[in-house]
């Protein structure tokens, strides 16, 4: 029989499939022996049941009894008991955070009845109704579906009827009396009495957590942060602990370290009498953990010994959720805490030089994803800027936009092409779809683990929070700056620092991050370009880690460059050669005429006299990429595109030639001529045409040209005392016979170069696998070809048989929904049926010519996933475009060390696909 429930003295941190991050994490500190609230968990398993039958599993029910009743014994009380009852709180829990996403009910077992127990049980009776209250109102909303508003608007009602500043000024009669309205919106809305049997509000707290999985809300963050939709959500029964228990009662957040600068130190938010909502909802603004100490000196310094113990249990930064109950310590979650790409390095270089992990360890502890975003532009910091404001820095950035105020605003605007800061009083997880799209988020309340906070966090948004000057009306568009007596309006243009917590008025520029200056120019120049010492030591840290995964990697990473300049500043970012050099843009310009006039040649003479024109500027384009890859392997493609790309468009042409007709005027013959010819080389899906190797065939003076270009560039540059080392590729191959042609005249040509020129010439001659017919026979092409360069673009196309041009936005929005994908296969190699295609290739041809040298140079080559892929299918190199190169070289460094499988990646990095 399926279990489907966990004490929390069962399970462990590494259990987080089955028991969510939080279910795992709260077993973990029940072990450790630190004072953890008792309770269950009921297990992701029990949630996908639920969500596949519509109903709970009928053993669960009675798992959850047993559970309870254990529970019970260890605390001495009874659930909902109505002289001294165990009030309980239900949470959500997913193996990954999802933050603010998905439901909580709290104290469940309060009724009409243990109200009054828990009022004399705790000698507050205040505290007894505001425990109620909170139940009903959120028992209403997201057990009972009733809109929250209702209760809001009664609270806020109360409280501006008596003429109070927030909920502290309440008083014990005006909860009671706000729970009789709650009551009474329940009945009003549902026909329904507020259930007061404590059982039933457990199952129905649990089943609503359950359906929670699925809200619109929930699903648009998991699409964006890559969460397969079929997990499920783990659910925490838990007893209740009460920071709201009056003085000497409180909750908090805390990391055991700054997760903004990696800085070791006390860093939290606390907020007195009141309950974990209130705090990330950031109604109130918090106290920092050095107030706590004043406050309450046992429980802040039992907390600091606990974050040690924590960071030294985990090895690594984490962030904590704890409630204070009358002078004792409870802890309510812990996980490895969510942090910024600056942190992350950084921290992981501090847990090296304090020896906590090793430089492996620091390589795994960063992603290629976070490499990314700290290569981004920052503000100019010499430009001259009016600052108008400031809040607290929660994720850093540099983001310039116009104000928008809520979603609707936020995505029209971004649709129309504009960049946009979205500015809130505060956030909740409705604004979901405006942080996705806004540059930046600015809020006016909430501190730095306000929900604003952690979701642009996790998202690499930059975001500023609780900028208290501001006052922020969405329904009369405006923002007004207190300190400055200024009104901006939506579509004014602000900035904002997420480093700083600044903003500023108007445009303001941007420079260059001193990380991509330490990337292309060095360490002393990054450093020189770093403003300050922490900027520095974030240097120092992705120069270590980065220098480590270089040692450590076994894949080599090259770039996909054309021209000079790419290739230049490729090789600035480390790249080891060039691994696609795409050479059709050569042929467009000025240069369409020529390749026009081959195609329009009548005789044998007119065709190699576009040939001869074509080949001194086709040498010269090698020249250039050779010297700036002097010593490196480039390697050059053949033409690839179907021959239409270099001809006017058939539409266009025909009606541009109908309406001179029309007009009365001539129609030249060399007009007549290059229609035919457009007409005749009109393909229905030229993508499966008449392109790569079999426009080489059927032009063969085409690939002559580009072969001799090639070697010739080559013999010169050797001559000048240079070493230039190319290597030619013929795409789209799908059979040895069509290989084994191209070969032979290549090989012809580069003899007859390398005697006129009177220098060796050993060019080695490949192809791309490109086609599942090539990796099917991958070990009959390999005996012709010196090297395989997997074009993962075209191999995703036609392995799936879909148009890479035409499908993204014609179903791949549905395919998400239902997980067939779970990223874009263009984007992350779809390693079960293309990876298995590109496995296939690489074994049947290394096992027939054992010195064949294996690539991948498809957009796959610079994705992080895919990068792990090929690593553990053991190709030699991966080639990505020029910007991509450090985080190849970072997630080659990761793979090699981790050696993971491409399912436990897929899952690490959160991705998945279900297909
Ligand atoms: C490929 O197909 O993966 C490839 C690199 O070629 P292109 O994208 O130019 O078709
Ligand atoms: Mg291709």
Not at 156 to 184: C, F, P
Not at 320 to 343: D, N, P, Y
Not at 796 to 802: A, D, I, P, V, Y
Not at 816 to 838: A, H, L, M, N, Q
Request: proline letters at 4%.
């Amino acid at each position: 029989m399926t279990k489907y429930v966990y004490n929390f003295t069962e399970g462990d941190k590494d259990q987080k499939d089955l028991l969510g991050g939080k279910g795992a994490n709260l077993a973990e500190m029940t072990n450790l022996g630190l004072p953890v609230p008792p309770g269950f968990t009921i297990t992701t398993e029990a949630c996908r049941a639920y969500l596949s039958q519509g109903e709970v599993p009928e053993t669960l029910d009675v798992e959850v009894t047993a559970a309870i009743r254990s529970v019970e014994q260890t605390m001495g009380k009874k659930l909902g008991d109505a002289s001294d009852p165990l009030l309980m709180s239900v949470r959500s829990g997913a193996k990954f955070s999802m933050p603010g996403m998905m439901e909580t009910v709290l104290n469940i077992g309060l009724n009409d009845e243990s109200v009054h127990g828990l009022a004399e049980k705790s000698g507050n009776e205040r505290f007894a109704w505001d425990s109620y209250r909170r139940l009903i109102q959120m028992f209403g909303k997201t057990v009972m579906d009733i809109e929250g508003d209702l209760f809001s608007e009664a609270l806020h009602g109360l409280q501006e009827r008596k003429g109070y500043k927030g909920d502290l000024d309440m008083t014990t009669e005006d909860l009671k009396e706000l729970v009789a309205q709650y009551k009474e919106i329940v009945k009003k809305e549902t026909g329904q009495d507020f259930p007061q049997d404590p059982r039933f509000q457990l199952d129905m707290a649990v089943e609503a957590v359950f359906r929670s999985w699925n809200t619109d809300r929930a699903r648009i963050y998991r699409r964006r942060e890559h969460i397969p939709n079929n997990l499920g959500t783990a659910v925490n029964v838990q007893t209740m602990v009460f920071g709201n228990m009056g003085e000497g009662s409180g909750t908090g957040v805390c990391f055991t370290r700054d997760p903004s600068t990696g800085h070791s130190g006390v860093y939290g938010d606390y907020l007195e009498n009141a309950q974990g909502e209130d705090v990330v909802a950031g109604i109130r603004n918090t106290l920092s953990l050095a107030d706590l100490e004043k406050i309450d000196k046992a429980s802040y310094d039992e907390l600091r010994a606990i974050m040690t113990k924590l960071e030294t249990h985990y090895r690594d930064m984490c962030d904590i959720e704890f409630t204070i109950q009358g002078g004792k310590l409870w802890m309510l979650q812990t996980r490895v805490g969510k942090r910024t790409a600056s942190a992350a390095f950084r921290i992981a270089e501090q847990l090296v030089n304090e020896r906590l992990i090793t430089h492996d360890e620091a390589v795994t502890r960063v992603t290629g994803d976070q490499l990314t975003s700290l290569l981004f532009p920052q503000f100019d910091k010499s430009a001259s800027k009016k600052v108008i404001s400031k809040g607290m820095p929660a994720s850093p950035g540099a983001a310039v936009g116009e104000i928008v105020l809520n979603n609707e605003q936020a995505v029209a605007r971004t649709q129309a092409g504009a960049s946009v800061i979205l500015v809130r009083r505060e956030t909740n997880p409705d604004d979901l779809q405006g942080m996705v799209v806004a540059s930046g988020v600015l809020t006016a309340r909430g501190g730095k683990t306000s929900h604003a906070a952690v979701v642009a966090r996790g998202m690499g948004r930059c975001c500023v929070v609780g900028a208290e000057d501001l006052l922020v009306d969405e329904a009369a568009g405006t923002v007004y700056v207190k300190s400055q007596d200024t009104t901006y309006k939506a579509g004014d243009v602000i900035a904002i620092d997420g480093t700083s917590g600044e903003i500023f008025e108007g445009e303001v520029p941007v420079t260059d991050s001193p990380v991509m200056t330490y990337i292309s120019k060095g360490l002393e120049a990054g450093l020189a370009a770093s403003p300050d010492e922490d900027t520095k030591e974030l240097v120092t840290a992705v120069d270590h880690i980065l220098s480590h995964a270089d040692e450590k990697r076994r894949l080599v990473v090259r770039a996909n460059a054309d021209t000079p300049e790419d290739a230049q500043r490729a090789r600035e970012f480390g790249a080891e050669g060039i691994g696609l050099c795409r050479t059709e843009h050569m042929f467009l310009g000025d240069r369409r005429k020529l390749i026009e006039a081959v195609i329009l040649a009548e005789t044998d003479e007119d065709q190699q006299a576009a040939f001869d024109a074509l080949m001194p500027l086709q040498k010269g384009d090698f020249i250039g990429i050779f010297e700036a890859m002097d010593g490196l392997s480039v390697t050059v493609r053949l033409i690839d595109p179907p021959l239409h790309e270099f001809l006017p468009d058939l539409t266009e042409l025909s009606v541009e030639l109908a309406v001179k007709e029309a007009k009365g005027e001539e129609v030249t013959e060399a007009e007549k001529k290059l229609l035919a010819a457009v007409k005749a080389n009109h393909e229905q899906n030229p993508m499966l045409g008449l392109r790569g190797v079999r426009l080489g065939l059927k032009l063969p003076g085409l690939i002559k040209l580009q072969v001799r270009a090639i070697a010739e560039a080559c013999a010169e540059l050797k001559k000048q005392g240079k070493d230039p080392r190319p290597e030619i590729m013929v795409p789209l191959i799908g059979s040895v016979r069509e290989m084994q042609i191209v070969r032979d005249m290549a090989l012809e040509i580069i003899k007859e170069v390398s005697e006129e020129f009177g220098v060796e010439l050993d060019l080695p001659i490949g192809n791309m696998i490109e086609l599942p017919r090539a990796a099917v026979t991958a070990g009959r092409i390999a005996v012709e070809s010196d090297f395989f360069s997997f074009g993962t673009n075209d191999l995703t196309q036609t392995t799936w048989g879909f148009s890479r041009d035409d499908v993204e936005a014609a179903f791949f929005n549905e395919y998400f929904d239902y997980g067939v994908f779970g990223d874009s296969p263009f984007e992350s190699i779809d390693w079960r049926g293309v990876g298995s295609v590109v496995k296939m290739g690489a074994k049947r041809g290394r096992a027939a010519n054992p010195d064949l040298h294996l690539g991948v140079c498809g957009e796959h080559g610079g994705d992080p996933v895919s990068i792990h892929f090929f690593h553990e299918i053991g190709l030699d190199y991966v080639s990505c475009s020029p910007f991509r190169v450090p985080v190849a070289r970072l997630e080659a460094g990761r793979a090699a060390i981790s050696n993971e499988s491409p399912a436990a990646i897929e899952r690490g990095a959160q991705r998945a696909t279900t297909a």
